[in-house]
């Protein structure tokens, strides 16, 4: 008998012909997750808005008696009757960009004074001790306590409305970053001893980059809160240019449903694109290499 010759395989080339069988497979499987993740991110929300609005249909004519209908109308009226038309739709957008000029100018100030106070009070363990429980009797006490007080000492223009929104976004950013600034872990602080960095060193390279997440974290909260500031302040000082919150006040005592809710729906749409915006701004910033960036 004479010896059949067999063919030998090389150890190399069989991983490479498994993965090159594999990849098909592993690229459905990706498109799979992809398509089930847009899915998700987009049909659920879908999902949640057709049912609002079909409760919102079934509330205006199935609990409502004809005569009270007025109190909620139904969404194709707040459409045709107050969105869509420019005449109703107009002074909304206006006064809607008085309360995000207010709101932007607030936020800046409470983002900068925040930072810094939060930033101070993890430098000395005595300003913590002594700026900390004012900043949380500002938090706790409701900004409708206070609206009156801002209005006598301050008048009722533009100022004061600015100053409601810095009072109510403040107290996030402060505790935010200074969660931050003293979660650093021991071992960075001792790498930046060993390298005898000096305090402004160890702030601007070690704990400001790393307490960046909180701090983002602290001013996409704010960013919501000085909407509601800013249209508390369009509500209670009225004097200057008329922002959304004075709009929702006269259309209120006009019984206007229609432009009342129109004008809630912008106020809506306001808060939610700062929070979109923030939510990318914070991605963007630290979502590559932190896990707070992590499944959002």
């Keep these: ?3 059949t010759a067999v063919p030998l395989v090389s150890r190399t080339e069989m991983p490479a012909t498994a993965t090159k069988a594999r990849e098909p497979a592993d690229h459905s499987a990706t498109l799979g997750r992809l398509a089930g993740r847009t899915a998700s991110a987009i049909g659920l929300p879908l999902a949640s808005f057709a ?3 079909a409760a919102w249909y079934a509330v205006t004519y199935l609990v409502l008696a004809p005569e009270r209908r007025f109190l909620l109308p139904a969404p194709h009226r707040v459409l045709t009757e107050s969105l869509l038309d420019p005449a109703h739709v107009g002074p909304m957008l206006e006064a809607l960009a008085v309360t995000a000029r207010v709101a932007a100018i607030g936020f800046a100030v409470a983002a900068v004074a925040g930072v810094a106070i939060g930033t101070l009070m993890s430098r000395a363990r005595w300003v913590e001790r002594a700026i900390y429980p004012y900043a949380v009797a500002l938090q706790v006490i409701p900004i409708l306590a206070l609206v009156p007080l801002i209005g006598l000492w301050f008048g009722y223009g533009t ?4 100053l409601v929104c810095v ?5 996030p950013i402060i505790t935010n970053t200074l969660f931050g600034l003293q979660s650093v872990e021991r071992s960075q602080h001792e790498l930046f001893t060993l390298a005898r960095a000096s305090k402004w060193d160890r702030l601007v390279k070690l704990e400001l980059p790393a307490a960046l997440p909180s701090i983002l974290t602290g001013l996409r909260i704010s960013g919501g809160l000085v909407v509601v500031g800013a249209i508390i302040g369009d509500m209670f000082f009225a004097k200057g240019q008329p922002g959304i919150g004075t709009l929702l006040d006269v259309y209120r005592s006009r019984l206007q449903s229609e432009d009342l809710f129109a004008a809630i729906i912008l106020a809506a749409l306001l808060g939610v694109t700062v929070f979109v915006v923030f939510s990318a701004v914070s991605r963007a910033l630290v979502g590559k290499w932190h896990t707070s960036g992590e499944h959002r």
Excluded: N
Aim: charged share 15%; no cysteine; hydrophobic share 65%.
């Design 159 to 162: 100022f004061a409305r600015t």
């Design 51 to 53: 049912v609002g609005i």
């Design 167 to 171: 009072i109510i976004a403040l107290f």
């Design 1 to 3: 008998m004479t010896d």
